[in-house]
Structures are given as C-alpha cells and as structure tokens.
C-alpha cells in the first residue's frame, strides 16, 4: 500500500507551472468507442492514470491490440473475442460498463457485471439499459450480471428521465452502428460528451447537436479508424486553481481549456482568486489574503461540477463567513467531510447540504481518502494544514490523477509518496 506525506503550512504558496494531462473521463469513453471499429484508433493526450490501464486491460480481454507511447496510445480490435466484462473490473471501475453500448452495436451481444454502489454513492444504470432496450436490445439480470443480445439495433426517440454522462456516452457510441436516426434528448452536456461525438464524426458518424441537449445521430453501416487528441482534464485543472486560491500562491495552468471551466472560474473569482488567461491554453491563477464564503450547488455542466465539491469545501474552509455547499448529483458524496474534521475542519452535514463555517485553522493529521475526488481534497488540506498530513489509501487517487505529488512538488509543496513496506521496514 502506498500513502501520501504532506508537511503542510499556512504560510506557504505555491509557486510556478503545471501542465494539465488529458482528461480522465474522456480517455475513458473514447478507448470504448475504439470497439466500433476494426480499424485502429490513435488517441494523443492521453493521462497515464490508473483508470487507462483498467479499462485497457479489459479491452484486452475483448480482443484489443493496443500500444501506448508516452502520452499516445494506439488501439485496435480486429476481431471481438469475448463480450463479458468481469465483476472484478467492473467493480474496479464503473466506467467499464461504457463498452455495453459498443459491444451491443459492434457484436449484438455483451454480459456485463452490475457495477454495484461505490463510496460516493448508488450508482444504478437504468438509464442505460432502457435507453438500449429502445433501441432494440434484449437484456436478463442474473447472478449480478447484465445478459444483453441485440440482433440489430434500430434508431428512435429517447428521452433520458435525468442527466446522465455515461447513459448519454452509452447511447450515442450504440446509435451510431443502428438502422435509422436516433434522437436522444436531455443528454448530457460535459465536454467529455462533446469530445467523444467528435471522435466519432472523425470515425465516420453522422451526429448533430454536439454539446447540446438534443444529439441526432444517423447509423451508418460501419465506422472507421482515426486519430484523436484528447482535451484536457478540466477537474484538474480545477483542483490547481484551488491549490492556488488556498496557498495564496501564483500558479499558471498549460494545456487547459478554460472555456470548459466558466463556473468553477467564476466561483473562484468570487472567492477573491485573481484567475486570467494568460494566451491561448492557459490560465493563471493568484490567491488572495481574504477568502470569500459563498454558497455552491453541484448541477450538470453547465453547472458547478460534482467533481470539483470536495475540492472546493477545503477553500471554503478557509473562508471568513459560512458556506453551505448543496451536493445534487449523488447521494454520499460527502465522505471526505469526516476527514476534513480531523484535520480541525468546522463542517456539518444535513442530508444534501454540507454546512462549512470558516476560517479555521487546519492541523496536520493521519487521513484516510475514501474516493478519487476526496483523495485530491485531503491533499489541498494537508497544504495548508500545520504540520504533517497523512493519506492513506491513495490508490484512489491513482485512478484520476497523474503523478500530482510530482506536480505538486514543482510548485514548491513538501509532498512525498511514501510506500508502508519501506515504512514499515525502518
Ligand atoms: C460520470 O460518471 C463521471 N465519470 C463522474 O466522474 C462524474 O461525477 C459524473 O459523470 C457526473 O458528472 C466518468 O465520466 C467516467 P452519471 P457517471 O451517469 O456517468 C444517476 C470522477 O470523479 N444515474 O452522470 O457514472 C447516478 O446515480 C467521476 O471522475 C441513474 O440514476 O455519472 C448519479 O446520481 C466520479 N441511472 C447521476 O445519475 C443511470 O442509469 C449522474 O450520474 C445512470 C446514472
């Protein structure tokens, strides 16, 4: 087990440049859409996280051939092998189950484990199924696992009953192989939706409404290959902007879009953060003395991102006044709070709402990270905390973030991967 070592300060900004990686929940749908081919699929920019080589690995057992190059990886399934995504990798990784709606498209045929709760919550894939069984797929839940079969699948009107990012990826990636148009409204709106429509058009897809709420895609007979450039992770690129909100310090962000990230900019500008774009594809982010409490309320993109609640609880932490912080999204998503208290956090939970009185001081503590975004806000905590900070179980934060304790270290953090056998041994 490894764990992360953090010697922490008030008093101590960080400093300097960091190059954002490819986003994470991008890579992810798009090495699934790779199975709607037989042709190879080239994606650059791809973040070398945890997260990558689960879902490769059960690409693997799909029938894949890839290769991964630096930050490149080139992907091929010539032949389908298998159509069974284990209990193991499922539970390893939720997203697993994005290759559902390719392998139904691709194969006619998928058996698929029932990801089941993980930390942050349920974690249900009714949206899934029923937006599948629209479009002609037949499924039997049994033992834990989806049985799906599909002779062909026919396009129609399906409308999702909430947002859902995975169902709308699902959905769309299934689409592009049926017989037809379909129209699928209410979908999601993250950009790592809109940059999987965009690998597909470059596959051979014909989708309009890229990055709205209305997507018509018309099935085509089949795709081809293509090379793709994944964008940038905006969640952290976020937890940078944070990182340098809450030290006080002077951090300039490469390689991010700052058109993906509008709200969590502009909460952070109310904060008191000073955050400029400096040219194309960067941002600079100065934190200021004062630190302004407000209210936040997680909401589908456009909205205020789930993903960045608990990064953003810690700077309210900080904060002179009251926050209250509203999770929407999911239904216990509020895990790192018992941690934060450790470290002298003043925060109350009450159903969806985490109420969070600042400024107070944080000491440095042993931690335990519960799940990927909870991993990343303790270690913004252990900044700023007096002392020592500890995290245990980082292999949370493994899946999403790439190398950070080195990233951090740059920036002038005392910050160390710390492996318990070493420890253990001295
Ligand atoms: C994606 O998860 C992201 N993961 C999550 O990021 C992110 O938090 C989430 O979207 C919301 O933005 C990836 O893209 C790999 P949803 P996903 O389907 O697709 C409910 C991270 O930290 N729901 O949009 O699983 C669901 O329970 C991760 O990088 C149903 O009820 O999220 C949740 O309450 C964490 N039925 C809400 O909808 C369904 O069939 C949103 O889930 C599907 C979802």
Redesign the pocket.
Known sequence: MEKIRIIGSPEKPLRGKVTISGA???V??AIAASLLTREKVHLTNIPLVK?VFTILTLMSELGAEYEINGNSLTIVTRDVIRHEASYQLVRA???S??VLGPLLARHGQAVVALPGGCA???????????GLEKLGANFILEHGYIKAEAKKLRGTVIEF?????????NLIMAATLAEGETILKNC?Q?P?VADLCELLIKMGAKIDGVGEETIRIKGVSELGGTSHDIIPDR?EAGTFLVAGALTRGDIHLDQVRPDHMTTIIEKLRYSGAKIEEKEEGSLRVQGSEEIKPQDIVTS??PGF???MQAQFMVLMTQANGTSIITET???RRFLHVNELLRLGANIEVHGDKAIIKGKTPLSGAETTAT???ASACLILAGLIAKGETIINDIEHLD??YERIEEKLKQLGASIERISTEKENKK
Request: aromatic share 4%; glycine share 8%; charged share 35%.
């Open positions: 994470k929940n991008a992810l749908p997260d990784m939720r997203a189950i994005l942050i919550g349920s974690r249900p894939i009714d949206l899934h199924l029923h009953e909430k947002k859902t990012v995975g169902g709308t990826e999601a993250e790592e969640i589908p993109y991102p789930t993903d999204i999911f239904d799940d990927l975004r899946r999403g």
